[in-house]
T-cell receptor
Framework: EAQVTQNPRYLITVTGKKLTVTCSQN?????MSWYRQDPGLGLRQIYY???????DKGDVPEGYKVSRKEKRNFPLILESPSPNQTSLYFC???????????FGPGTRLTVL | GQNIDQPTEMTATEGAIVQINCTYQ??????LFWYQQHAGEAPTFLSY??LDGLEEKGRFSSFLSRSKGYSYLLLKELQMKDSASYLC??????????WGAGTKLIIKP
């Protein structure tokens, strides 16, 4: 089944404890992206990747890192999480940047 | 700046028709997308417009006017399962999506 998977789906952590949210797609898509979604603000892009080893900042990259060493994986890293990073996170992928995006199921992160 | 506006919430009756509007101001335009998002779930793709006019797909249609910076999503024969948020997103000049905050659609029996 063609899909985007994210892990974990739910995570409660404490300020300053490094964490990684994994994202993987099995559709051979070139383009991948991370978003956060907060009430009333809509989806905001954190980072995106046009292809392997190519990543760029989105609208809200502060406090996040990403890597794209393989086509299928695009992990999101929070080196020192803070409470303002409590949010619902979505990974998405598309064939290219010009095509519709397919979303993972979301990761609900709470930073205490 | 770049901006996408859509109503925060709309209410409609089962079996009726509803139109959700979206206006945008972006630097460059490379297409407009509509997504559906049920509460607590991921957005799913509904439609894509890049040229002016109406695109019909079953009970859902989407319209675009590039000169007016305007789009709408038309939902016919509303069903209870259509209760969801509807997100409008525009691809700007760098092909990144700019998202509206979404319209929460409430369907009443």
């Amino acid at each position: 089944e063609a899909q985007v998977t994210q892990n974990p789906r739910y995570l409660i952590t404490v300020t300053g404890k490094k964490l990684t949210v994994t994202c993987s797609q099995n559709m051979n898509h070139e383009y991948m992206s991370w978003y956060r979604q907060d009430p009333g603000l809509g989806l905001r892009q954190i980072y995106y990747s046009m292809n392997v080893e190519v990543t760029d900042k989105g609208d809200v990259p502060e406090g996040y890192k990403v890597s794209r060493k393989e086509k299928r994986n695009f992990p999101l890293i929070l080196e020192s999480p803070s409470p303002n990073q409590t949010s619902l996170y979505f990974c998405a992928s598309s064939l290219t940047s010009r095509n519709e995006q397919f979303f993972g199921p979301g990761t609900r992160l709470t930073v205490l | 700046g770049q901006n996408i506006d859509q109503p925060t919430e709309m209410t409609a009756t089962e079996g009726a028709i509803v139109q959700i509007n979206c206006t945008y101001q972006t630097s460059g335009f490379n297409g407009l997308f509509w997504y559906q998002q049920h509460a607590g779930e991921a957005p799913t793709f509904l439609s894509y417009n890049v040229l002016d006019g109406l695109e019909e797909k079953g009970r859902f249609s989407s319209f675009l006017s590039r000169s007016k910076g305007y789009s709408y999503l038309l939902l016919k024969e509303l069903q209870m399962k259509d209760s969801a948020s509807y997100l409008c997103a525009v691809k700007g000049s760098n092909y990144q999506l700019i998202w509206g905050a979404g319209t929460k659609l409430i369907i009443k029996p």
